[in-house]
């Protein structure tokens, strides 16, 4: 071996995904390795070894370079991007600082957020003010796709509060793709609070797999032709303020009619491809209002407390919300981008390493 090659040999790496370009998923993404020396914690960093990452809607949207997953920035020539906008995994290493605060340990299990994407990676480096303890009871899957779910639910939440022109019992609000992972949370944090719920599903197997797997509000599939009397009905004399939305398209037009004058689409997804007809709007007084996880960091640090100890103590007692389709080696990661965006998916599709 000449030293050359012994010199390489020594060279530590780890996996990572990444792509040089937007495009589909399946064909810009490869799996390569890295040096390790590019995931080596600086003094306030902590060096964490990724055991799950989720596939996210929008990491595939970002991928993808389609607008409804954010902004796409350019991927600068030899720098390719590594995606995953959130993680767990073990501490392995902290930076000197960072060991000094005492705050997290070596062998401590955390998740946390990546900022503009880096989860999956075997090992990803962390600014520790970022990490989040994970507690015993909660198992990694539930782990990794805790954090920007249940800040979106919050978010969601929390404009549909402010949308209401008095906010007090009884709230009966309408939520589309009801059996998506954000929308579960908002189903079983809504419940929580005395909320009325009426969930809309495509299909009535849907609907037969949401009421079993998360029972106690009304499951409407939107298939069948009578869905819109069916919601009629749910109704009631009540009056609706407010609709959680993450379908968007033609969607909202099916739905304005049930919305009281004034009233507010809080919207957080467009998981339909059309375009919404919004020409009632304005004589009707209502609003659409788009909601983006990321203004959670807006809520003072005592509601970001307040809504964290909540978030952990339904995934405590109640695991089965934060629901998993299926876990991948990131190895097999076509494998699992294919089941993360076919249909009937009921929860997340994770990576594991
Ligand atoms: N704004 C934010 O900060 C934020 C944060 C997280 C997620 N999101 C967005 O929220 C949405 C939901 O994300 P998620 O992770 O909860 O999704 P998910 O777990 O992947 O679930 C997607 C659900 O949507 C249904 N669905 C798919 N296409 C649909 C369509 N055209 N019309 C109606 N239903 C459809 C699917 O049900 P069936 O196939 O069984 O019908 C499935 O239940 C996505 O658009 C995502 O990008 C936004």
């Not at 920035?73 to 930076?95: D, M, S, W, Y």
């Not at 929390?158 to 309408?174: D, F, S, Y």
């Amino acid at each position: 071996m000449s030293s050359d090659q012994k010199e390489a040999a020594s060279v530590r790496v780890f996996n990572a995904i990444e792509h040089a370009e937007y495009g589909n998923p399946t064909s810009v993404l490869r799996l390569v390795e890295r040096p390790m020396s590019e995931v080596e914690p600086g003094p306030h960093d902590a060096l964490v070894r990724v055991s799950k990452r989720p596939i996210h809607p929008g990491d595939l949207l970002m991928i993808a370079g389609d607008k409804r997953g954010g902004r796409a920035t350019p991927i600068p020539a030899g720098a390719p991007r590594t995606p995953g906008f959130e993680g767990v995994g073990v501490i392995e290493k902290l930076g000197s600082n960072a060991a000094h605060q005492g705050q997290f340990a070596v062998g401590q299990r955390v998740m946390f957020l990546s900022g503009t994407g880096r989860t999956w990676a075997t090992y990803s480096k962390v600014p520790v003010a970022t990490l989040v303890a994970v507690p015993d009871e909660v198992s990694d899957a539930v782990a990794a796709q805790f954090l920007i779910n249940t800040m979106t639910a919050q978010v969601v939440l929390h404009a549909g509060h402010n949308a209401l022109p008095v906010p007090e019992l009884p709230v009966t609000v309408i939520q589309t793709a009801a059996g998506s992972s954000v929308m579960r949370i908002v189903t079983a944090f809504g419940q929580k609070i005395g909320l009325t719920m009426i969930r809309l599903v495509r299909t009535k197997e849907g609907a037969a797999l949401l009421e079993a797997s998360l029972p106690g509000a009304p499951v409407i599939a939107t298939e069948t032709s009578e869905w819109k009397e069916q919601v009629r009905s749910a109704i009631g004399s009540s009056p609706v303020h407010v609709i959680f939305d993450a379908v968007g398209g033609a969607m909202v037009d099916d739905l304005v009619s049930f919305l009281s004058d004034g009233g507010t689409f809080v919207n957080f997804g467009w998981l339909s491809k059309g375009a919404s007809d919004l020409s009632e709007f304005a004589p009707r007084g209502l609003a659409f209002k788009g909601v983006v996880f990321t203004k959670w960091m807006n809520f003072s640090l005592e509601e970001q407390k307040q809504h964290r100890d909540t978030a952990i103590q339904l995934a405590k007692e109640a695991p089965h919300v934060f629901a998993i389709a299926g876990e991948y080696p990131l190895a097999d990661f076509r494998k699992a981008i294919d089941h993360a965006s076919g249909p009937r998916k009921s929860g997340m599709v994770l990576l594991t390493s």
